[in-house]
């Protein structure tokens, strides 16, 4: 049996014919629809360079089945920035050197988006901490990524502030 | 392999059997998927009406087979739930806790599983679904040992029970690093205390035995005690229920003594901490 399933994908319908059942979202985002940004790491949950958002919810792709995700909306790194136009996560990314290697990053951002958007963090540095918690990060760019995770949080709640007003 | 998406229990039952694999969140699942053949068939229970969240009901919380930790989080839920909102915090990572459940890390039946000592602590029951209709275990009963749950092959777990009750739950959790890792030894206690002493403790241990286990002994002990005198006590206990081992995370030695600061430091946060937020 080959599960046929459709996925709006960064925005946009894809309707995905899967060979295997089994298949991830990581290895569907990976092999099958040219979106590489989102990284293989361990591929059992322990590092977080495969988070996505699902329906809104930062989860571990490579421990999602996609065969599971008819009708969901998935939002990955390539679907972040509008243009040109970086989001303000990858901007403070880039502001605060949050980074070296970089193979991380893409799931650091992803979860922060995430992070940002459940709101019980705010800028309280060690909430953060433990919010990014399931991204490690082996060149231990821990301290960047706390400063830009907190610059991001104020930079987003000060232009929904304006949009509101 | 086919995947299945029932939506009613009934029809998720009538899958079960011939090595179906159940599965709600995945987390534990997918892992062990890469390394051994395909299940014939899996099924997922994600879709199942009426399976996911938590209520009170005639005296008893019932926690659907399919909410995850992050729901618990979110549930507006008495004090003596602090243990198990604890343990949620410290599942995996937020994008664990996003997708598994509180069943699932009770059917996985690891010795490290979060969920379980805090579970214990509160007294839970298992409600198990099946083809003569569902019945209900202690989730003491339940994990028969590492891998290994009361469950037919012809029946799934539908909720987790709690019954209501009053006093001051507290988690405590040791490992190599605060997060994502899996515990050296983990401590959850329900405490009720009356004027400034314990008038009723439960206290569950995990990783420290092939199954989480209640010290009732202890339980007895502490009744009356105040917060002054809980090291003492706990410090002389006889801890027969634990027998942890030497593995790649802590040796036997060091968990036998750290769990007994680790025990002293959950009852006094049971103790002291009295807004829960």
Same mark, same amino acid.
């Given at each position: 049996?080959?599960?046929?399933?459709?996925?709006?994908?960064?925005?946009?319908?894809?309707?995905?014919?899967?060979?295997?059942?089994?298949?991830?979202?990581?290895?569907?985002?990976?092999?099958?629809?040219?979106?590489?940004?989102?990284?293989?790491?361990?591929d059992r949950g322990q590092c977080g360079a495969c988070t996505v958002l699902v329906d809104g919810r930062r989860v571990n792709s490579c421990l999602t089945l996609a065969a599971t995700l008819d009708?969901?909306?998935?939002?990955?790194?390539?679907?972040?920035?509008?243009?040109?136009?970086?989001? %303000?996560?990858?901007?403070?990314?880039?502001?605060?050197?949050?980074?070296?290697?970089?193979?991380?990053? %893409? /799931?650091?951002?992803?979860?922060?988006?995430?992070?940002?958007?459940? /709101?019980?963090?705010?800028?309280?540095?060690?909430?953060?901490?433990?919010?990014?918690?399931?991204?490690?990060?082996?060149?231990?760019?821990?301290?960047?990524?706390?400063?830009?995770?907190?610059?991001?949080?104020?930079?987003?709640?000060?232009?929904d502030k304006e949009d509101a007003a | 392999m086919t995947l299945h998406r029932p939506e009613s229990l009934d029809e998720a039952l009538s899958l079960l059997g011939g090595g179906a694999v159940v599965l709600a969140g995945g987390t534990d699942v997918y892992p062990g998927l890469r390394d051994g053949p395909p299940p014939? $068939? @899996?099924?997922?229970?994600?879709?199942?009406?009426? +399976?996911?969240?938590?209520?009170?009901?005639?005296?008893?919380? $019932?926690?659907?087979?399919?909410?995850?930790?992050?729901?618990? !989080?979110?549930?507006?839920?008495?004090?003596?739930?602090?243990?198990?909102?604890?343990?949620?915090?410290?599942?995996?990572?937020?994008?664990?806790?996003?997708?598994?459940?509180?069943? &699932?890390?009770?059917?996985?039946? #690891?010795?490290?599983?979060?969920?379980?000592?805090?579970? @214990?602590? +509160?007294?839970?029951?298992?409600?198990?679904?099946?083809?003569?209709?569902?019945?209900?275990? =202690?989730?003491?009963?339940?994990?028969?040992?590492?891998?290994?749950?009361? +469950?037919?092959?012809?029946?799934?777990?539908?909720?987790?029970?709690?019954?209501?009750?009053?006093?001051? &739950?507290?988690?405590?959790? +040791?490992?190599?690093?605060?997060? !994502?890792?899996? #515990?050296?030894? @983990?401590? =959850?206690?329900?405490?009720?205390?009356?004027?400034?002493?314990?008038?009723?403790? $439960?206290?569950?241990?995990?990783?420290?035995?092939?199954?989480?286990?209640? !010290?009732?002994?202890?339980?007895?002990?502490?009744?009356?005690?105040?917060?002054?005198?809980?090291? &003492?006590?706990?410090?002389?206990? *006889? !801890?027969?229920?634990?027998?942890?081992?030497?593995?790649?995370?802590?040796?036997?030695?060091?968990?036998?003594?750290?769990?007994?600061?680790?025990?002293?430091?959950?009852?006094?946060? =049971?103790?002291?901490?009295? *807004?829960?937020?």
């Amino acid at each position: 049996m080959s599960p046929s399933i459709s996925l709006t994908i960064n925005g946009e319908a894809r309707a995905v014919a899967l060979d295997d059942p089994r298949v991830t979202l990581l290895d569907l985002l990976r092999e099958r629809l040219d979106l590489p940004g989102t990284k293989k790491g361990c591929d059992r949950g322990q590092c977080g360079a495969c988070t996505v958002l699902v329906d809104g919810r930062r989860v571990n792709s490579c421990l999602t089945l996609a065969a599971t995700l008819d009708g969901a909306e998935i939002t990955t790194i390539e679907g972040l920035a509008l243009g040109e136009e970086l989001h %303000p996560v990858q901007a403070a990314f880039i502001e605060n050197d949050a980074f070296q290697c970089g193979y991380c990053t %893409p /799931g650091q951002i992803m979860s922060a988006v995430g992070l940002i958007s459940e /709101g019980s963090a705010g800028d309280d540095p060690e909430r953060i901490r433990e919010g990014m918690s399931g991204n490690i990060c082996r060149c231990a760019a821990y301290h960047g990524i706390t400063i830009a995770v907190q610059e991001a949080t104020r930079n987003m709640i000060r232009t929904d502030k304006e949009d509101a007003a | 392999m086919t995947l299945h998406r029932p939506e009613s229990l009934d029809e998720a039952l009538s899958l079960l059997g011939g090595g179906a694999v159940v599965l709600a969140g995945g987390t534990d699942v997918y892992p062990g998927l890469r390394d051994g053949p395909p299940p014939s $068939r @899996m099924v997922d229970l994600t879709r199942v009406a009426g +399976l996911r969240g938590i209520s009170l009901r005639d005296g008893l919380w $019932r926690i659907g087979a399919a909410t995850t930790w992050t729901d618990v !989080l979110r549930a507006e839920l008495p004090a003596c739930f602090a243990g198990l909102k604890g343990a949620a915090r410290e599942v995996g990572s937020v994008q664990i806790q996003n997708t598994g459940t509180v069943a &699932g890390n009770i059917c996985n039946a #690891s010795p490290a599983a979060d969920g379980v000592p805090a579970l @214990m602590a +509160l007294d839970a029951q298992v409600e198990v679904a099946g083809p003569e209709g569902p019945r209900r275990v =202690a989730l003491e009963q339940f994990i028969r040992g590492p891998r290994n749950v009361d +469950l037919r092959p012809s029946e799934i777990v539908s909720a987790v029970l709690v019954p209501e009750a009053t006093g001051q &739950g507290a988690f405590r959790k +040791l490992g190599a690093r605060k997060y !994502l890792v899996i #515990s050296i030894a @983990m401590v =959850a206690a329900v405490v009720e205390v009356s004027g400034n002493a314990i008038s009723r403790a $439960r206290v569950s241990v995990g990783s420290c035995s092939p199954v989480a286990v209640r !010290l009732r002994g202890l339980e007895e002990a502490l009744t009356g005690a105040t917060v002054a005198e809980v090291p &003492g006590i706990v410090a002389g206990a *006889d !801890l027969p229920g634990l027998t942890p081992i030497d593995d790649v995370r802590a040796s036997a030695a060091y968990r036998r003594e750290a769990v007994r600061t680790l025990i002293a430091r959950t009852i006094t946060d =049971a103790m002291e901490v009295r *807004d829960v937020t």
